[in-house]
């Protein structure tokens, strides 16, 4: 028995369709693995690190962009977050963010004190020790931790021993000089550079970037959920962090004196606009400088008790300008402005003397000036409108029985007749009164003839 073989199986389009994707696929890998070899490693294969630059006092602003550089590190995968500092201080309210967001990061954290001749003084210090890796350019120098009151005053013995508290916590965290952390608050201690190495308050002295991150590389920290990762950081690419534009305006804008400065101001130049209406100028800039002064505000720990002695002074101002006496108004105006500076803002912020005194007493003086010139402009004689033309002679032109048109002060005014009788083109009228928008006239002697003495006419 003869045994047949099986017939072959025929492809389908559809199968065939598949083969020939598959063999083209094939063919199209074969071809790149030559130049994937040869093929130099790129840029973006590099570990990265994401760095930024504080270079100004520690403000609610500062914390904000510290945050969200931590956010976008853990966010974008970068190796570490370098923040580069040079700092006298600062809040001690956004020191205490700043630090928290370092315990709560899942992503290494290295704050370098940078360039040779800077800080990290008082709120920097805290700062500093609370990264994972504290390094410090040769030249700089860190402690001075005691907190003081916004005069520059040393704060209570309370808040001395809670900030003292509050240090020990962050060195015995990162395994740094308790020591220290205790004395840079309690007495004043600052320490350079290498004496901070050798005390145990930082962990590096580099003279670059570069060198820092060589330095750093193969360290193991330990992260926010007790995860411990080792920093891959020599070669790494920057990616830099900028606070922007908007950001450099708030960091500036936050400062107690501007602020300050602002609403005052403000406040005294729409109190001008009031007292001497005019193009707006005045007022356009007090809006301003009110807008600008809230804005500062909003990035400020303010109170609201301070916010209503500011509303307080300036109805008192205002209240001046309108009803101008003795300048009672303008006195207690200027004393609730000086409490206002008192009370405004809370904690370690406050408006320096310095500012706050000479502050009021220019608005309290300028808002009585105001109210002098307004008192002066509203006993002044009318001068525009149509009563100012009462008295004054014309030439009729265009009379149509008892009405007619005249040339006065540059424009067409309608008049007629006060007795009613014809006016005739050419004669010569006086203004005496005014009714809506037309004028009343009688007839007058042309200029040069007296009405007592008429020149006569030629016989």
């Known amino acids: 028995m003869q045994q047949q073989c099986p017939a072959p199986a025929r492809l389908t389009p559809a199968a065939l369709r598949l083969s020939v994707r598959a063999l083209l696929t094939l063919l199209v890998c074969l071809l790149a693995l030559p130049a994937a070899a040869d093929r130099p490693a790129q840029p973006q294969d590099r570990p990265t690190v994401l760095a930024t630059r504080v270079d100004d006092t520690i403000t609610p602003v500062i914390a904000a962009h510290i945050e969200d550089g931590i956010r976008e590190a853990e966010r974008e995968g970068h ?34 004190v940078t360039p040779s001749g800077a800080r990290a003084a008082s709120a920097g210090a805290y700062i500093t020790m609370a990264a994972h890796i504290a390094a410090m350019a040769p030249g700089t120098h860190i402690g001075a931790g005691t907190p003081v009151t916004g005069e520059g005053e040393t704060a209570s ?11 020990v916590a962050i ?29 145990g308050v930082t962990d590096i002295t580099a003279a670059s970037r570069t060198e820092l991150l060589a330095a750093v590389d193969g360290r193991t920290v330990t992260l926010a959920q007790g995860q411990q990762t080792v920093l891959h950081t020599e070669g790494a690419q920057i990616e830099e962090y900028d606070l922007g534009f908007f950001g ?13 400065l602002f609403l005052s101001l403000g406040t005294l130049a729409v109190i001008y606009e009031l007292a001497s209406p005019g193009m707006g100028f005045g007022g356009i800039i007090g809006v301003v400088l009110l807008i600008l002064g809230f804005v500062a505000l909003s990035v400020l720990p303010f109170n609201a008790a301070g ?50 005194w000479p502050t009021a007493l220019v608005v309290g003086g ?48 309608t008049v ?34 007296s009405p007592s003495h008429p020149k006569e006419s030629p016989s």
């Open 79 to 112: 190796a570490a977050l370098l923040v580069e500092l040079n700092t006298p201080g600062g809040l001690l309210t956004s020191t205490r963010e700043i630090v928290q967001g370092f315990f709560g990061a899942d992503v290494p954290v290295i704050v370098y």
């Open 248 to 260: 450099e305006i708030r960091q500036f804008l936050a400062s107690p004196e501007l602020a300050f």
């Open 157 to 167: 013995e309370k808040v001395v021993n809670d900030s003292a508290a509050f240090a």
């Open 171 to 199: 060195a015995e965290q990162r395994g740094r000089s308790v020591e220290f952390a205790d004395d840079m608050v309690r007495d004043g201690l600052s320490v350079s550079d290498r004496e901070a190495l050798r005390r």
């Open 416 to 449: 007629r007749s006060r007795d009613g009788s014809p006016l005739v083109n050419g004669a010569w009228v006086r203004v005496v009164a005014r009714e809506d928008l037309d004028l009343v006239v009688e007839p007058a002697p042309p200029p040069g003839r």
């Open 307 to 356: 916010l209503l002695l500011l509303g307080l002074a300036a109805a008192l101002f205002a209240g001046e300008v309108l009803t101008p006496g003795v300048g009672v108004f303008a006195a207690g105006g200027t004393v609730a402005l000086v409490l206002s500076g008192v009370f405004l803002f809370r904690g370690e912020t406050g408006v320096d003397p310095a500012v706050l």
């Open 366 to 413: 300028g808002s009585l000036l105001a109210g002098r010139l307004a008192w002066r402009a509203r006993r002044a004689p009318v001068t525009s409108g149509g009563d100012v033309l009462i008295g004054q002679e014309a030439t009729v032109a265009a009379a149509r029985g008892d009405r007619a048109q005249v040339l006065l002060e540059g424009a067409w005014w």
